[in-house]
């Protein structure tokens, strides 16, 4: 993967997402989405979104 997902990007994979800086450091804060769904806002502009957990139970596949 590239970069960090942005906010409002649609998820390509259903798992936990840690939000990230401009940078590409932790917060430590994460978010459940589901595939296809879009990713939420960010506390502040420039931040991002990384796969951390992906699910493991085999929904949202194709």
Do not use: C, W
């Amino acid at each position: 993967m590239g970069g960090p997902l942005k906010p409002g990007s649609p998820a390509p994979r259903s798992g936990q997402y840690e939000i990230v800086g401009p940078r590409g450091g932790g917060t430590g804060k994460e978010r459940t989405v589901v595939r296809s769904e879009p990713l939420p806002p960010t506390p502040k502009p420039g931040m991002g979104y990384k796969l951390v957990d992906p699910t493991k139970n085999g929904s949202g596949r194709k």
